[in-house]
């Protein structure tokens, strides 16, 4: 066995013990914490693929952000555990029928029959000189320049969306114009009063 | 003695001999980084002290130099205070989580032509990937801690290291435009020619905000509402203490002096001397090692943040955000345009 089958072999596993640990474990902020070293296992196998353009944009985009909004999230949550996992005999035939189906569909598209060893080549290693980064961005953004501009507009109208659903005109913040708050002058805020200098009568008695 | 010495390396099996070259070379950058970052607390406290008309510390050693150690040395001494209903395991588990991508950056950064670790060809984008994670240390301590300064830290931290991403990351963009290369080499040796060579002149606004967006990053005044002693204590470490504690500021100096150092690598001609193409002055120098150029350039803008925190006092939380969002993300943007059309009109003498 070479060095890399057992470095994939070492990622699969951590992969797979992590994607296990994230649906039993019961505590949602460690959930998201294997969720999280899912990922970065994944990134790894990419890695040993020459991928290295996909895998460390996955760990910037989903570990570095998404994960950490997902956090931000599940440690806000103070949820209570026991209903969520009431009525587990009552939907478990549901459940295990839907899983079922899924895990069938999953292998009649991507089974032996269509991705076997035989249908798909080899992967070859390229050259020193190779940029897995270099090849993507050439095909991004030349056969594929339609999809992908389309793809980012649909992205843009998202943000619209989710944006304008949270905006919410009129409500009772303590918020300061910044565009105000810079052309504020002394004389809106401060004044200052002339008084004459005044002797205290008690301290002069005494002396 | 050195061919018994070469006959016992022959002996061991060329992968074991490269395992063990690139441990020695990770030593090699590992040490003096952690050196520096002790002796980095030390210039700190002095610089400021100048800067307040104090002397600061001198009692440890001549002129206060041994003060790192005497501080190293009290921290490792320190009882490690696990506080009650706090969870041990992300408890311990968050210092580790901080320094590790801290130090895993360093690894693609060049120190002179060909002096690099990894000649990874995604360079830019790991460094920006490795300095995303080092979030995690810092939310997970302040949620593992069970209490609420801390928590309050970490929810703060998530959101502005969030934020200050993107407008870092566009600003990685325009280096990137700029330099043609994702390869740190590649950009560095793109900025031949002279002082005027480099990109800090085509580049200034991404410049000006990669050093203020790394200023928020690493959690440092003006940005340091992570900290904010004066709101919430300490933030995400107050529960933490001895060598956890420890742990947490040596992650966040070594960020520093990463950010510093790409500052110097992308924006400032990394390790060119700042006399080429002058005549007499570039034959004077030459004997000078691009290794010194670019510590000095680093240590140059290690000594912009002393000075930033001496200078500036603490932005409100919201402008932070604003400033953020509203201010350096569409600068970036518009400037990424501008870089963009100088690449393709060519505009001498920086893109021809």
């Known amino acids: ?207 | 003695m050195l061919e018994s010495i070469l006959m016992l390396w022959g002996a061991i099996p060329v992968d074991l001999q490269t395992l063990l070259i690139i441990v020695a070379k990770i030593l090699i950058i590992v040490a003096p980084l952690l050196g520096s970052v002790a002796y980095i607390t030390l210039a700190e406290r002095k610089v400021i002290a100048y800067m307040q008309v104090r002397i600061g510390p001198n009692r440890v050693g001549p002129r206060g130099l041994l003060q790192p150690i005497a501080d190293g040395l009290k921290l490792l001494l320190k009882e490690i205070i696990l506080p009650t209903s706090a969870n041990p395991y992300l408890f311990i588990i968050a210092p580790v989580l901080a320094i590790g991508p801290a130090l895993a950056a360093w690894s693609v950064v060049p120190f002179d032509d060909g002096m690099v670790l990894s000649d990874m060809d995604a360079g830019l984008l790991y460094i920006l990937a490795m300095t995303s994670v080092g979030v995690y240390g810092i939310i997970i301590a302040g949620w593992a801690s069970n209490s609420k300064y801390a928590f309050l830290g970490a929810l703060r931290s998530a959101a502005q290291v969030v934020s200050y991403e993107i407008a870092m990351g566009f600003a990685l963009v325009g280096v990137l435009l700029a330099g043609g290369s994702l390869n740190l080499q590649e950009i560095v040796n793109a900025q031949q020619g002279s002082l005027l060579h480099w990109f800090w002149i085509p580049l200034l606004p991404l410049f000006a905000i990669y050093l203020f967006s790394g200023l928020a990053e690493t959690n440092r005044t003006p940005f340091d509402v992570v900290e904010g002693e004066s709101e919430i204590v300490a933030g995400f470490h107050v529960e933490y203490s001895g060598m956890t504690f420890a742990v947490f500021s040596l992650a966040e100096y070594a960020n520093i002096i990463l950010i510093c150092m790409l500052c110097a690598l992308m924006f400032c001609g990394g390790w060119l001397s700042p006399f080429q193409g002058i005549p007499v002055l570039e034959g004077f120098f030459e004997f000078v090692p691009g290794i010194v150029w670019l510590l000095a350039k680093t240590s140059f803008f290690i000594f912009l943040f002393l000075w930033f925190r001496a200078t500036f006092p603490r932005y409100r939380y919201d402008q932070v955000m604003r400033l953020g969002w509203k201010v350096f993300i569409p600068i970036t943007i518009v400037w990424l345009l501008v870089v963009g059309a100088a690449v393709v009109f060519e505009i001498p003498p920086w893109f021809d």
């Not at chain 1, 952000?65 to 478990?92: Q, T």
């Open chain 1, 1 to 207: 066995m070479g060095i890399e089958e057992f470095l994939f072999f070492v990622f699969a596993a951590i992969l797979v013990f992590a994607a296990l640990m994230v649906v039993t474990i019961r505590n949602p902020v460690f959930a998201v914490l294997f969720l999280v070293l899912a990922f970065f296992t994944s990134a790894g196998l990419w890695l040993m693929l020459e991928a290295e353009f996909l895998a460390i944009t996955l760990v910037l985009v989903y570990v570095g952000a998404v994960m950490v909004l997902f956090m931000f999230v599940v440690m806000m949550l103070d949820i209570n555990l026991a209903p969520l996992k009431e009525g587990f005999i009552r939907y478990l035939p549901v459940g295990v029928l839907v899983g079922v189906i899924i895990a069938v569909e999953i292998v009649l598209v991507v089974g032996a029959k269509n991705f076997g060893l035989d249908k798909v080549v080899d992967p070859v290693g390229h050259e020193a000189g190779y940029s897995n980064t270099k090849e993507l961005g050439r095909v991004l953004y030349t056969e594929y320049v339609y999809p992908f501009e389309i793809a980012s507009v649909i992205l843009l109208v998202a943000i619209i969306a989710a944006i304008s659903l949270t905006l919410r005109k009129g409500r009772q913040t303590k918020y300061v114009k910044p565009e105000q708050q810079v052309f504020v002058r002394k004389e809106d805020r401060l004044r200052i009063v002339k008084m004459d200098a005044v002797k205290k009568q008690s301290a002069a008695e005494e002396e």
